[in-house]
């Protein structure tokens, strides 16, 4: 079934950690971002990348990092976990070369840092 | 400021009509959306205006007005399925989406 997908759905982590939020497309989508979803605020972009091999700073892009070594995968890392970063990631995709450049949205993934 | 506004939360009867407003900023418009998120799943996309008008689509109709800064999303024959926030966003001049915090829809029967 094409379409987006996230791993793991949801995970419970120790401040300090290292954590890597998994992102696969089976779309050829050339476009992906990561946004984290918060209760009261809107959708914030993470980071994002227009094509493989390129990546951009979105509105709240400090303690994440992101790669986009093909056009299939866009992980994002949290180098050292904080509090502050429990929330609800989402991943998405676009073909960003088509009139409405609508996005289509993993399932999320939700991370609780204690 | 980049801000989109729409109201936190509204209530509607099974089988009435709803509108729910969204107001933007206007400088670095790039067209507008509407995502429908059902509790605890991703936001799934229902429309995209970029001129004038009303574009309608089944039940759901999305209006812009450019000049004003304002959107609605018109949602008709209400059904229980239709709880759920509804996400407007902007698309700016990087063709980056700038969004809402949502509205909540609570459907009584």
């Known amino acids: 079934i094409a379409g987006i997908t996230q791993a793991p759905t949801s995970q419970i982590l120790a401040a300090g950690r290292r954590m890597t939020l998994r992102c696969t497309q089976d779309?050829?989508?050339?476009?992906m971002y990561w946004y984290r979803q918060d209760l009261g605020l809107g959708l914030r972009l993470i980071h994002y990348?227009?094509?493989?091999?390129?990546?951009g700073k979105g509105e709240v892009p400090d303690g994440y990092s992101v790669s986009r070594a093909n056009t299939d995968d866009f992980p994002l890392t949290l180098a050292s976990a904080v509090p502050s970063q429990t929330s609800v990631y989402f991943c998405?995709?676009?073909?960003?070369?088509?009139?409405?450049?609508?996005?289509?949205f993993g399932e999320g993934s939700r991370l609780t840092v204690l | 400021g980049q801000n989109i506004d729409q109201p936190t939360e509204m209530t509607a009867t099974e089988g009435a009509i709803v509108q729910i407003n969204c107001t933007y900023q206007?400088?670095?418009?790039?067209?507008l959306f509407w995502y429908q998120q059902h509790a605890g799943e991703a936001p799934t996309f229902l429309s995209y205006?970029?001129l004038d008008g009303l574009e309608e689509k089944g039940r759901f109709s999305s209006f812009l007005s450019r000049s004003k800064g304002y959107s609605y999303l018109l949602l008709k024959e209400l059904q229980m399925k239709d709880s759920a926030s509804y996400l407007c966003?902007?698309?700016?001049?990087?063709?980056?989406?700038?969004w809402g915090a949502g509205t909540k829809l609570i459907i009584k029967p």
């Open positions: 966003a902007r698309m700016d001049s990087n063709y980056q989406l700038i």
């Open positions: 206007t400088s670095g418009f790039n067209g």
């Open positions: 205006n970029v």
């Open positions: 779309m050829r989508h050339n476009a």
């Open positions: 990348s227009n094509t493989a091999g390129t990546t």
């Open positions: 998405a995709s676009s073909h960003s070369t088509s009139g409405s450049r609508e996005l289509f």
